[in-house]
């Protein structure tokens, strides 16, 4: 459901700067070549051509990311992602998605390769290590773009939320991975056969708190979908390197990973377990509404509703046992309110209990006011801020629809 997140990810990869100044080949620039060298020895894929380099200003990035996301997102798809999150509770009621979006990637900027002009843009302002550290990062997209075609890489995943955040996480789970292997190389070390990969995860995340208030301001949605592709995508990568050897660097492009859930669990990658995609209810009086948007809904944004909603401790085990999901978002033609329509499904009759009982707490947590008019063990039917909801168990699956103008359509839903 991150597609706003997942464009500028990919925005922020095909960055160009409003004017372009010539450099010479000093400083860090003038390690490119060394650095691709060792990129290339590490992954064994081959340097098929030089890599073009340019500095870059913070300015140039913000006016670029605004005048591209106008380009790849129209208005209204802005409009209809920022009302679906804030439906689902992701966001507070007052929230910006377009111009909070543009704000924090900015704020994390330090480097940038373009796929389109096969080129790298490095942050001027960066301090001396970060820069550093972001040139490895974009070195090591620059090589695998030679060999994969990342912008072609990323599109393929267009048709499902959920498998553009796992593409997205292959192709930044791979350059994070790198580029501490090319560190720990420096030091004499290798991540290969070693544990410590989570814990440098994690310490990684610690020590970023505090210094990007853009980011610690942000909400847990955006933060967390944000980070996923750069964390839990290096883990992966990890993961595929240990049982593969080095063929995992080519691997995860040319079969990469469905949904976020096969990056969370490799296992479940190698197994090939894939989602299902259950069949949402349809609102009642449908002709009175229009479509605005639909998707997919994966375990990790699963995870992240429960954390948001006072669930820490449940989210990772419940959201576990997710095997698909889906949602539609209608608004009625006269623009008066909207529907929230969504389903999914667990690996067990059990697994769907446990979730049904967590979403009810996801409707008080997100609601202000909640009256619950009916209930029994499979069927929770009321009033919440912006309309009548019924949430429904029923075997594996939960289904939802909120935001209807009376009890009578929520008894009417099947």
């Not at 605004?66 to 507070?92: S, Y």
């Not at 991540?191 to 990684?204: F, I």
């Not at 853009?214 to 949605?221: G, M, S, W």
Request: hydrophobic share 40%; with cysteine.
């Amino acid at each position: 459901m991150s597609r706003i997140l997942i464009s500028v990810l990919a925005l922020a990869a095909t960055l160009a700067p409003a004017s372009e100044r010539i450099v010479e080949p000093s400083g860090l620039f003038g390690q490119i070549h060394e650095i691709t060298a060792e990129l290339s020895r590490i992954t064994g894929l081959k340097i098929l051509k030089k890599v073009e380099y340019a500095p870059i200003t913070k300015d140039e990035v913000r006016k670029f990311l605004r005048e591209r996301l106008k380009e790849e997102m129209p208005p209204e798809e802005i409009r209809a992602e920022e009302l679906l999150l804030k439906k689902f509770g992701f966001v507070p009621a007052g929230f910006d998605l377009a111009a909070n979006t543009v704000d924090l990637f900015t704020e994390q900027a330090a480097a940038f390769y373009d796929f389109r002009k096969k080129k790298l843009f490095e942050l001027e302002s960066a301090p001396g290590e970060l820069q550093r550290l972001a040139l490895v990062h974009e070195l090591a997209h620059a090589l695998a773009d030679q060999h994969f075609q990342l912008e072609k890489f990323i599109r393929r995943g267009n048709s499902s939320d959920d498998n553009s955040l796992a593409r997205m996480a292959v192709m930044e789970g791979q350059a994070a991975w790198l580029m501490s292997e090319y560190m720990a190389r420096r030091m004499g070390q290798s991540l290969k056969g070693s544990n410590s990969v989570a814990e440098m995860v994690r310490r990684t995340a610690e020590l970023s708190a505090g210094q990007f208030p853009v980011f610690d301001a942000a909400p847990l949605y955006m933060r967390e979908t944000m980070l996923f592709p750069y964390t839990y995508g290096m883990l992966f990568q990890h993961m595929v390197l240990e049982k593969l050897g080095q063929e995992g660097f080519r691997e995860v492009f040319r079969h990469p990973p469905s949904t976020a859930q096969q990056v969370l669990h490799p296992e479940k990658y190698f197994a090939r377990l894939e989602p299902t995609s259950p069949l949402a209810p349809k609102p009642p009086r449908a002709r009175e509404y229009k479509l605005l948007t639909s998707g997919t809904l994966g375990e990790f944004d699963h995870r992240i509703l429960l954390r948001q909603f006072g669930m820490e401790k449940e989210s990772p085990g419940v959201a576990a046992h997710w095997r698909g999901a889906v949602y539609h978002l209608f608004e009625r033609k006269d623009r008066s309110g909207t529907v929230l329509s969504y389903a999914s499904d667990w690996d067990s009759p059990e697994a769907a209990k446990d979730f049904f009982a967590c979403y009810q707490r996801v409707l008080k947590g997100k609601w202000k006011t909640m009256d619950a008019t009916t209930g029994n063990p499979g069927r929770l039917s009321g009033r919440g801020d912006d309309g009548y909801f019924v949430v429904r168990l029923s075997d594996s699956r939960v289904t939802s629809v909120e935001g209807l103008r009376s009890s009578e359509e929520a008894g009417t839903v099947r």
